[in-house]
């Protein structure tokens, strides 16, 4: 087994399952042109993404970590013509490049990008009254996923569901003696997902094109 093996199946899966999208080709194109990493989620994995918040029914979307505004542009996709996305990203150069991105793809009256740090982000929506969020998608700098958890919790309500990526980091996870702050903050996020009395969840590892990785999915129960 072999990471290119990884990558043609993952091809394969995209070709049959997730066709070739302009919007998101250009999103794709646009991002690289900007020199922004290429660590956006894979066609598969956006795809999965938009399903869960279909399957959700989902109206109110919150994502933590734009990029290039590639997962967001699947998500939106999900929303019906009320819906509402807010997408906070820390950078102001990447939130640019995603609300042109947006744009092209016609999704910028329903997808809103928030520039500056999350946690100072995620207070100001709590005081807006912006929630309960049906889905929110953690994609962000891992030391803080424990404190993402949080707040998606404070701004969700019984049935909603929680994804946070990038969890397995490679098969480091494992390691409690791990210094790496990443690690860290995800074991810490899995332990409080396992000991939340409002959370009920599971994490899935993957391969692919995006090497070895994988993902924390949640609901909030009652």
Not at 60 to 77: H, M
Not at 91 to 100: E, F, K, L, M, S
Not at 105 to 116: H, I, K, M, Q, Y
Not at 178 to 192: C, F, N, W, Y
């Amino acid at each position: 087994m072999t990471e290119q093996l990884w990558t043609d199946v993952d091809a394969y899966f995209t070709s049959s399952l997730s066709p070739a999208d302009e919007a998101l080709d250009a999103a794709l194109r646009a991002s690289d042109a900007a020199g922004l990493p290429r660590i956006a989620v894979a066609p598969n994995q956006g795809k999965l993404l938009h399903l869960l918040a279909r399957i959700q029914g989902a109206r109110r979307i919150l994502e933590i970590g734009t990029l290039g505004g590639y997962s967001t542009i699947w998500l939106a996709r999900a929303l019906p013509a009320d819906g509402r996305l807010i997408s906070l990203e820390y950078d102001p150069a990447h939130a640019d490049v995603a609300r042109r991105n947006l744009a092209h793809a016609g999704l910028d009256t329903v997808a809103e990008v928030r520039t500056g740090a999350a946690l100072d982000s995620l207070p100001v929506l709590e005081a807006e009254g912006a929630g309960p969020f049906d889905l929110v998608f953690i994609d962000a700098d891992k030391v803080n996923n424990p404190h993402y958890l949080d707040w998606a919790v404070k701004l969700t309500a019984p049935g909603s569901v929680i994804v946070c990526d990038n969890v397995v980091r490679g098969g480091a996870v494992v390691d409690a003696a791990s210094t790496d702050p990443g690690v860290r903050g995800t074991r810490a996020l899995i332990e409080r997902v396992a000991a939340h009395p409002k959370l009920s969840g599971t994490a899935i590892q993957t391969v692919g094109s995006k090497g070895y990785d994988g993902f924390v999915l949640a609901r909030v129960e009652d």
